[in-house]
Structures are given as structure tokens and as C-alpha cells.
């Protein structure tokens, strides 16, 4: 009875062992198959990157965050917004907005279904971060109709606007921090210390 249990224990261990090799070699073929997507999205970005329609997109959201920059600057001035300039610029922001959706519309309707099937995440993302930026814009145009608009709520959205295309700046790989000046320490010479 004893040699039984021990040979039976025997065997589920080296069932286990087997069990395991094979969950691992799975593990290690998914793994392989997620850098494989991962590098093919790698290179299709990289692809996308240089398309008109995108530079044309990722310039209309620049010029969008430089009118941000000034609706929220000049709402905190002392005197506060000024209507008729902050109607002028949520009106830059509507239209460049627009145009950005527009492109953006007539480069999904050109994209292949395998690459709309591939891109499916960040197409996700893109289009709630234009929904978040159409209700800011939504939200400025409400409140630039006013006499005298709330200097606050201008600059809240407008800030958040910044912030959202500062982010998708760094996503797109934009400008990073300078770094500093290397400089080197120079080393006294024999002639330095004899001075």
C-alpha cells in the first residue's frame, strides 16, 4: 500500500511539472505574440506619423493650444476677459476644432478594416479625448455669450485644453525639457599650482 501512494504521489508530481512546463511555454508564446503586436502598432504609428492628415491634425491642435493659452491668460488679468476678444478666440477654437474632426473622420472612413482592427485602443482613446475637448470648447462658447464671462470658469477650461494638448504633445513625442549644459571641471595642471 505504501509503494501505491508513493508511486501515485510520484506521478502527480511529475504531472504537476508537466502541467506547469506547458502553462509556461503558453505564458511565454502569448507574451511573444504581445511584443509582436506591440512592435507592429510600433511601426504603424510610426507610419501614421508621417501622413498629411495627421501633421495636419497635430497642427490644428497647436494652433488650438495657443488660443487656449491666451483665452486663460487674458481672463486672468486684473481687469478680466475682455467678451469680444475671448467670442473671437472660442470661435478660432470651434473652427480649428471642426477641421480637426473633420480630418479625422475622413482618415478613419481610408483606413483598412485589419488597421482599424489593430489601432482599436488608441482609436478609443482619441475619440473620448475629442469629446472631453468638444465639451471644454461647448462649455467656453456657453460662457464667452455672456456680457462680462467668468473670468474663473475661462480659465478652467482653458487650462484644462492646455493641459489635455500638453499631454498629447508628449504622447506624439514633442518637445521635451532642455538639458542642462554639460560643463567640465577642469583639473589644476602643474602649472596652475605653481602659480
Known amino acids: 500500500m505504501r509503494k501505491e501512494i508513493l508511486s501515485l ?14 502553462a509556461a511555454q503558453d505564458a511565454k508564446k502569448m507574451d511573444a505574440d504581445a511584443m509582436k503586436k506591440e512592435l507592429e502598432m510600433g511601426m504603424d504609428m510610426a507610419a ?9 491634425m497635430m497642427a490644428y491642435m497647436r494652433n488650438m493650444s495657443a488660443f487656449a493659452v491666451m483665452l486663460r491668460d487674458q481672463a486672468l488679468t486684473p481687469k478680466g476677459p475682455d467678451a469680444d476678444f ?14 480637426m474632426e473633420s480630418i479625422r473622420q475622413k482618415h478613419m472612413e481610408a483606413m483598412s478594416p485589419e488597421m482599424m482592427a489593430k489601432m ?10 475629442q469629446a472631453m475637448v468638444r465639451e471644454h470648447v461647448v462649455a467656453l462658447e ?15 477650461h482653458a487650462n484644462d485644453l492646455i493641459k489635455h494638448f500638453g499631454m498629447m504633445r508628449n504622447m506624439e513625442g514633442g518637445k521635451k525639457p532642455a538639458k542642462k549644459p554639460m560643463t567640465m571641471e577642469k583639473k589644476p595642471t602643474a602649472e596652475m599650482k605653481s602659480k
Open 9 to 22: 504521489c510520484a506521478a502527480l508530481v511529475v504531472g504537476l511539472f508537466c502541467v506547469g512546463g506547458v
Open 48 to 56: 501614421m506619423k508621417n501622413e498629411s492628415d495627421h501633421k495636419l
Open 86 to 99: 475671448d467670442r473671437a478666440i472660442v470661435a478660432e477654437l470651434r473652427h480649428d476644432f471642426d477641421t
Open 120 to 129: 482599436k485602443t488608441m482609436m478609443d482613446k482619441m475619440v473620448a479625448g
Open 142 to 156: 456657453t460662457a464667452v455669450r455672456a456680457d462680462q464671462p467668468d473670468a474663473k470658469y475661462v480659465a478652467m
